[in-house]
Structure formats: C-alpha cells, structure tokens
C-alpha cells in the first residue's frame, strides 16, 4: 500500500508485506515507544485487526499480533498496560471512516492465524542493560550478567557472587512487571531440576525490581532479547570467557560487604575465605 496513518504518538506506514511503526519521540509519548523507536511487522505476525472507540473522541486502531510472533510481546505475558500497547494506534475520532478504510486493507492481506511456530517480529537491538534493585544486569546477544549491589542483594545472591549465563544454557525468561506487586525478571535454565525455585530476591537467575528500578521501557526490551536469543540458541554451550579486570575500589567495597555478612554470622568462615579469595583474584 505505501501509505501513511499518523495517530498520537505513532505512525503506521503499510508496506506490501509488512507494517512499519514509528514511535514519536517526545515527553507525552510513552517510554516504552521511545525505546523501541520503530517496529517491522511482518503482515504474517499478524492475525486480525480490530477498530474500537477510544476515550474522549478518540478511535483505536489495533493489530492483533499471532501468539508467539513477537518475542516483546511475548516476554509482556499480557502485563502491559493498555496505552503501553506498541499494536494500538490511537486516533482523533473525525478519523474514523480513514482508519476503517485501512483496517479492510490489512485485513484483506492477511492470511495467517494461530500461534506461530518461530518469533516473526524483530527482537531489540543488543547490546542491553538496566538496573534492578539488587543488581545491574546486561546482555551482549550471547551470555546474561547480573551484578550484584552491595546495597541490594541478599546475603543468598552475594555468596552465589555475580552471574553470567550463556544464552544456550537458558530455556527461556520469566518478567513480571515492575508495575505490578514485586516485580522481577528470571532466567529458566535448561538443567533446572523441576524443584521450586527460591524467591527471586533469594535466587541468583533473578534480579528484583523496586521503586524506580527495572522500569518496563528498559526490562521488557531486555526480556525479550534475552527470549529470542534462547529461542535461537542451540545446544548448551561453553561458559563465556571471563570478562575484564574488575576496578580495585569495586574489589575492596565487595570485601568490605562480604566481612560485614560474616561478622553478622550469615557467611561461614569457609564461605567468607572462599569468595575472598574469588573476588582478590579478580584484580
């Protein structure tokens, strides 16, 4: 089609096998639109189309994405808020005839349904990172890293020490919005045993989100990087290789917070002489 839709704070361009979504940049738009810039998707990531009234003289034109097409939209589990929603596209009433026109167009291009067998839509550019409560976690396209704050994390994910996790030892992500009750991003691991897992403030595949922390713009993006790469990963690999010297005040702050947990008695002599010994080697 070649044409141009433009609604509040997005635009949709239909292209002869896709529909391409610009997300405006400004302090009204959504941050999660800021973060994704534009989106490609494919008309067979695309299952129907719907056009409903809006709020306050407003329509809402949506396309209805084939489960398991789009990996953020996948990772979201049906936790995003409705005008968080990167397939809705809002529009001034008077615009209703032009937005119904559009909607007959696409509909009669589509020609798939029901779930898709591969992700479809384009995951999130790496590299990616944020900061949870507990930790700063980041993700280059091969492994997972979680490092953990002296300020944060508990006694359980400082003796476990900092994480990294090669995409083809994961089985995929668990992401809880950080705009619902204790929100926290995990990763499922291919050897997991079956047995519960711990609390994710107690589990060191998991960083917690918090007031201010891990906000939806920035770990949803991240989850759904994370999925895609498992979904494409083969078998499980080797560790990644060690990553740079860590910086000597990071070392002695980290000391300093394992000797506090040991004069509190939650660290063994043992354990305080081991990751001691972890952390010194470091330098």
């Known amino acids: 089609m ?19 979504i610009r997300f405006e940049r400004g302090i009204r738009t959504p941050k999660l639109f800021q973060a994704l810039g534009e989106r490609r998707i494919p008309l067979e990531a695309i299952a129907g189309v719907t056009l409903t009234p809006g709020k306050r003289g407003t329509v809402v034109l949506r396309a209805v994405p084939r489960p398991g097409a789009d990996p953020l939209m996948e990772a979201a589990a ?28 696409l509909r009669a291009r589509l020609t798939r349904s029901g779930p898709a067998e591969r992700f479809l839509v384009a995951a999130p550019e790496v590299p990616l990172q944020f900061k949870a409560y507990d930790g700063k976690a980041s993700f280059d396209g091969r492994s997972v890293s979680f490092r953990w704050f002296w300020t944060g994390a508990s006694s359980a994910k400082w003796k476990a ?8 030892a994961l089985s995929g992500v668990e992401w809880r919005s950080p705009e619902l009750f204790e929100g926290y991003l995990r990763l499922l691991r291919r050897d997991d045993s079956g047995e519960q897992p711990p609390q994710p403030d107690h589990d060191p595949a998991a960083v ?40 000597p005040a990071d070392i002695a702050d980290r000391i ?12 063994t002599d043992e354990e305080f002489s081991m990751k001691k010994a972890e952390l010194l080697a470091e330098l």
């Open 2 to 20: 070649g044409d141009v839709l433009a609604g509040f704070h997005a635009a949709w361009e239909f292209e002869s096998d896709s529909v391409l």
């Open 78 to 105: 049906d936790q995003l808020k409705e005008g968080s929603d990167p397939y809705r596209l809002v529009l001034p009433a008077e615009r209703e005839t032009l937005a119904e026109y559009y909607a007959d167009e």
């Open 161 to 168: 020490g900092d994480q990294s996790f090669p995409v083809g």
């Open 208 to 247: 917690v989100f918090g007031l201010g922390y891990g906000p939806v713009h920035e770990s949803l993006p991240f989850a759904a990087a994370v999925l895609a790469a498992v979904r494409s990963a083969g078998p499980v690999g080797t560790p990644a290789d060690a990553g740079p010297r860590r910086d």
């Open 256 to 267: 300093r917070h394992l000797g506090e947990l040991h004069e509190a008695g939650l660290v």
